[in-house]
């Protein structure tokens, strides 16, 4: 995995509360076997009419933020089924960074592991970011993972919470399987403990 | 002393290979259950770093998403062509990676949540995942279980464990005796309803209660099924006679002196007089009442009694949500939930897809017809599901009232195979999630138990089931 670097883009508000993993991805694209080119799938049902048309007025489609980076969106985010080809689909359209007051759980381990940073934030905070976000690209935001910044186009500073070894990881471009193996040792012991104690399991 | 714990802090405390300064721990998975849909890229990641399956002998797979359900399924023919890829797909990864596997042919394939408990394979105080947000229903055994993404499926798969950092304790009890016509469906909805969709996040759900204990395994399966529509990573109801009795006997349950010693590790798994939540939620069993979903969101619960709200009745970004999902329901506000009519009914998924799911729709339509021009169909959750109802004649109480009896699959639960709404088409659904497009594109979903899924399959519209009773 890449390392996550300081990013200054453009952020696409998307107010809607509940945005589920079924809008981000719908159900038809995931018979793939692969994990990358969902890109143009993104938001499909939302993005494109029935003859594959582009709807005009979604976010995603409007001039000013077709090379978004950053979504600011509403509460719990990611909703819904496990697929990671959301976070795929967003990776491979751009997308870096989201911005909401909740994440869906399993959405939000996802993206760490596709080199997508989501970032909670208190409402009145995400209000700001919509409210900027709305101005359209040239209202370029920051976020910094190092620092656990996010800064609006008019120099407003917030700062984000974020887990420590998530952090790490997403810095460094760490791989997890690689850093659990590295572990084996205390996995062999655990085994041999268990099959003494719980042996069905 | 130690400190008083929950079940959810034993079964953590007992699966800790690991753990670093900052609390994220190295976990240790029991059960590792796997579908098409979620585990070709993890094979793909496997191959391609020459890494091998740690622990295949506690890895199970079962295609359900993708597969026909379709009686001439049979033939082995798939003609979805990219469906039919990660069937084959699958095949061969269980073959090339030596894990369980129950393909399509065996009786025994059905939808993963199903066969997993069915088989034994699921057993209490273990930690069960699987690349599929569903896989809570585990947690009906007092196992810790959870659903996880593909990355994670891989990162399993190599190293049996998943790095992880422990949730909050929620406790969800529910008092008291349901009333007649309630179901387990009817209280994951109604705790949902009070809860929200996010009330659960960053939380593992006790579910406990009298109504809880008084519910069957399949009840049980039912109510851990949907907590995470309530954004909890698990929800799990300590096991007790009723859990042992289930599991006693099944393939790959422990047996004869195994089996002794591991009831009595299991008798352990209670929470402790005392031990902390974090959060409570208290609900009176004679609160709940049958309800259904008007919206697309599973949080949009009410009783059947009620009428359809306005966007005006919510707060915040909820009230933008509330129009859209009635313009997208095609509903007005004020209308009362009785007389919205339905031209298709779905009974089975991982949530009600059981034999006492079938048993309870069954009760409601023996020796009556569906509504004319309806389509309905029963999709069991697994071949054995199937198998048993055709033993008790409940196959054939569908069949005469105009249900078409299907093969085992997901099927319209998210209608990945051919099993679909046609656009602006309203279901009555026994399965999980009513979002946009989840049963097909522009189709309608209300959320309901089986009863209430055959009471509107008779009359033509969401129906009060406590009238056919
Ligand atoms: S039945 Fe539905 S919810 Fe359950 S595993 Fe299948 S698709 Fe997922």
């Known amino acids: ?201 | 002393m130690t400190a008083p714990k929950t079940i959810y802090d034993k079964i953590w405390d007992a699966h800790v290979v690991s753990e670093d300064a900052d609390g994220t721990c190295l976990l240790y998975i029991d059960r590792h259950l796997v579908h098409e849909v979620t585990s070709p890229q993890a094979f793909e990641g496997l191959r391609m770093a020459g890494r091998k399956v740690r622990a295949p002998e506690k890895t199970i797979a079962v295609p359900d998403h993708n597969v026909p359900t379709t009686l001439d399924r049979a033939s082995g023919v798939i003609d979805n062509e990219e469906s039919r890829i990660q069937v084959e797909a699958l095949d061969k990864n269980a073959k090339d990676f030596g894990i369980h596997y129950y393909p399509v042919s065996d009786v025994r394939q059905g939808i993963v949540h199903i066969v997993g408990p069915e088989q034994g394979w699921t057993l209490p105080g273990m930690t069960v995942v699987c690349g599929d947000s569903h896989t809570a229903t585990h947690g009906a055994f007092g196992a810790l279980a959870h659903g996880i993404g593909t990355s994670e499926v891989e990162h399993v798969l190599a190293t049996q464990t998943l790095i992880q950092k422990k949730s909050k304790n929620m406790k969800v009890e529910i008092t008291g005796k349901l009333r007649p016509g309630v179901t387990a469906k009817d209280i994951t909805l109604s705790v949902i309803g009070h809860t929200g969709t996010g009330g659960g996040t960053g939380y593992v759900i006790e579910y406990c209660g009298e109504a809880i204990r008084d519910l069957s395994m399949e009840g049980r399966m039912t109510v851990c099924n949907m907590a995470i529509e309530g954004g909890a990573r698990a929800g799990l109801i300590a096991p007790d006679e009723k859990t042992f009795e289930y599991c006693k006997g099944r393939p790959h349950a422990p047996k004869g002196a195994a089996w002794e010693a591991a009831v009595a590790y299991w008798k352990t798994l209670f929470t402790d007089e005392g031990a902390h939540f974090d959060k409570v939620v208290t609900i009176k069993g004679e609160d709940i009442a049958p309800v259904v979903t008007w919206g697309t969101s599973p949080e949009d619960v009410l009783p059947i009694t009620a009428t359809v709200p306005a966007p005006e009745d919510f707060k915040g970004g909820k009230v933008e949500a509330a129009k859209r999902a009635l313009d997208y329901m095609g509903l007005t506000a004020g209308q009362k939930l009785t007389d919205i009519e339905i031209d298709t009914v779905f009974i089975g998924s991982c949530t009600n897809g059981r034999i006492e799911d079938l048993r309870a729709a069954a009760e409601i339509l023996k020796g009556k017809k569906i509504k004319d021009g309806m389509r309905a169909m029963v999709v069991p959750g697994s071949g054995l599901v199937r198998a048993q109802a055709e033993e008790e004649g409940l196959a054939d109480i569908f069949k005469d009232a105009g249900f078409e009896w299907r093969m085992a699959g997901c099927s319209m639960c998210l209608a990945m195979n051919p099993d679909q709404l046609a656009e602006g088409e309203r279901c009555a659904s026994t399965s999980n999630r009513n979002f946009e497009g989840r049963q097909g594109y522009k189709g309608r979903t209300h959320l309901v138990s089986p009863a209430m899924a055959a009471a509107a399959a008779i009359t033509g519209r969401l129906t009060d089931v406590r009238e056919m009773m």
């Open chain 1, 1 to 201: 995995m890449e390392k996550y670097q300081t990013l200054t883009g453009i952020a696409a508000p998307m107010p809607l509360v509940n945005i589920d993993t079924d809008m981000i991805i719908p159900k038809v694209f995931l018979k793939t076997i692969k994990r990358s080119g969902l890109g143009v799938n993104l938001f499909d049902e939302m993005r494109y009419d029935r003859q594959g048309n582009e709807i005009a007025d979604f976010v995603l489609n409007k001039p000013q933020y077709r090379n978004a980076e950053i979504l600011v969106a509403g509460d719990n985010f990611g909703c819904g089924s496990s697929r990671e080809h959301a976070p795929w689909a967003l990776a491979d359209f751009g997308i870096k960074a989201i911005i909401s007051t909740s994440f869906a759980d399993i959405f939000y381990n996802n993206s760490f592991k596709n080199g997508i940073l989501p970032i909670v934030m208190p409402q009145d905070v995400v209000d700001v970011l919509m409210k900027d976000a709305e101005k359209g690209e040239n209202a370029r935001m920051t976020v910094d993972l190092e620092n656990q910044t996010v800064t609006t186009s008019d120099g407003q500073e917030f700062k984000f919470e974020v887990d420590s070894f998530k952090k790490h990881c997403l810095l460094n471009g760490l791989d997890d399987i690689g850093l659990t193996m590295e572990k084996a040792s205390h996995i062999d012991t655990y085994e041999a403990k268990l099959a003494a104690e719980r042996p069905w399991a």
